[in-house]
């Protein structure tokens, strides 16, 4: 696991072929502790098929960006980040919008794309009057 620190706000956690994904909940956890005003993480394209609810601890987190990756669902645990301005969702295999989501009421920008979900831009604006 390659854990590249590029501020004390922003993290990029990119696996290795053989790393074992059970450690992420473990790393969310140290960096809770390390670094709690975190405003930036990224775990784009490393074939997750589940976040750990550890990453409900990262409550100052304003992006979320775990795009390319395998997820078909969320945590519940993402409600706790009230902070999140902007969640990056693309390329994954979502059938069904995860409803966790209409929880953020910060939220302003959500990717979707290539996913297999059919879900309206007018039903989700409508959920989250914040969405741009």
């Known amino acids: 696991m390659n854990i590249r620190i590029i ?12 790393d074992d994904f059970d450690k992420l909940s473990e790393v969310l956890c140290m960096i809770c502790c390390y ?23 990262l409550k100052h987190l304003k992006v979320l960006e775990v795009g390319a990756n395998s997820l078909t669902s969320l945590p519940a645990s993402i409600s706790n980040l009230k ?38 831009e007018k039903y989700v604006r409508k959920k989250l009057p914040s969405i741009k």
Request: net charge positive; glycine share 2%.
């Open 35 to 57: 670094y709690p005003r975190l405003k930036e993480l990224c775990l784009t394209g490393n074939r997750l098929k589940e976040l750990p609810n550890s990453i409900g601890c």
């Open 83 to 120: 902070n999140l301005k902007r969640l990056d969702l693309h390329y994954n295999e979502f059938t069904e919008l995860p409803e966790v989501i209409f929880q953020l009421k910060k939220l302003k920008y959500l990717h979707l794309e290539l996913n297999p979900v059919k879900v309206s």
């Open 7 to 18: 501020s004390k706000t922003k993290i990029q956690i990119v696996f290795e072929e053989d």
